[in-house]
């Protein structure tokens, strides 16, 4: 994929142009006077200099980095359509899982209501859960009802000791290194942003473990895979994840089937109900 410097330039005067000062939160002042942000305007929102961000309109400047043109999307409030164009121009792809995947789509909503008869979550592409069915709730708990900051899978599985209780020990090893490499693979897509990158501070602060994995710079996304869970009720039972992402990428739906002749387990997770496993306080020790 290459760089198109003179569309990229193109681009970049015309969108500095439709901005206004009062846009991005500056005062116009009376001498402007031509519309539009002045180039030092865009250099200083961006972070840049204002030398860099003059050759980069005038088609003279190397290839920009994911990052840069990451804070050009801010400086410019540029819409994912246009961010995803410059990101084409620059001769980058343009970093799909940065969407607005923690707010969660009623669609998917709707989606995740139709599967009453099985387990089902909504998550993040970072691993935030967002939703869950009923029949979920009955096998890993509540974990809506936490703190927003703290629903994340990768982030219990760390930091939450009673989390690993319910899978065998002998998965534990290979668990966390999918987490992991699962997490690089997002973070990556969205290309470094303010989220993920605090995400990955906060788990390399409170984890040894997860520091030296991800420093091993695995990447696997995880699609399909079987879980094998102790439940605190019904002992140890089995399922297959499959994991259905929307288009762009930036949440997911995690379907939890029961293999074949394996029906019993949902019997009794119906049976349950999601009340055995939903605390007042809002805690829960199953893995998500």
């Given amino acids: 994929m290459g760089m198109n410097r003179a569309d990229l330039a193109d681009f970049l005067r015309r969108s500095r142009g439709r901005l206004a000062p009062r846009d991005v939160g500056l005062v116009e002042g009376p001498r402007r006077r031509t519309p539009g942000l002045r180039r030092e305007e865009v250099a200083a929102l961006a972070g840049m200099s204002t030398d860099y ?19 050009l999307t801010r400086a410019l409030r540029l819409t994912i359509d246009e961010r995803d164009h410059l990101y084409l121009l620059a001769g980058h792809r343009p970093p799909e899982g940065a969407r607005a995947g923690e707010y969660l ?26 939703a869950q069915s009923d029949m979920a709730k009955a096998l890993f708990g509540c974990v809506c009802a936490v703190a927003p900051e703290d629903r994340n899978i990768a982030l219990r599985w760390f930091t939450e000791p009673d989390v690993r209780e319910h899978f065998a020990a002998e998965e534990h ?17 969205r290309g470094g942003d303010m989220a993920s990158r605090a995400l990955v501070e906060r788990l390399r602060a409170a984890s040894a473990e997860f520091a030296a994995l ?14 094998r869970l102790m439940h605190p009720e019904l002992g140890l039972i089995e399922f297959d994840c499959e994991v259905l992402a929307t288009p762009a990428a930036d949440q ?27 605390q007042p306080t809002g805690t829960t020790s199953t893995p998500s």
């Fill in 173 to 189: 090893e290979e668990h966390a290194r999918q987490l992991v490499a699962d997490l690089r693979a997002a973070v990556t897509r």
């Fill in 214 to 227: 991800w420093d091993r710079h695995e990447v696997a996304v995880r699609r399909s895979h079987p879980y």
């Fill in 252 to 278: 997911r739906l995690r379907v939890f089937t029961p293999p074949p002749g394996g029906t019993e387990a949902l019997d009794m997770l119906r049976v349950l109900g999601p009340q055995h496993r939903c």
């Fill in 53 to 71: 961000y003059m050759r980069l309109e005038q088609a003279r400047s190397p290839q920009p980095s994911v990052q840069m043109l990451a804070a």
């Fill in 105 to 130: 789509r009623p669609s998917m909503l709707y989606l995740l209501d139709q599967l009453e008869g099985v387990p089902a979550q909504v998550l993040s592409d970072l691993g935030d859960v967002l």
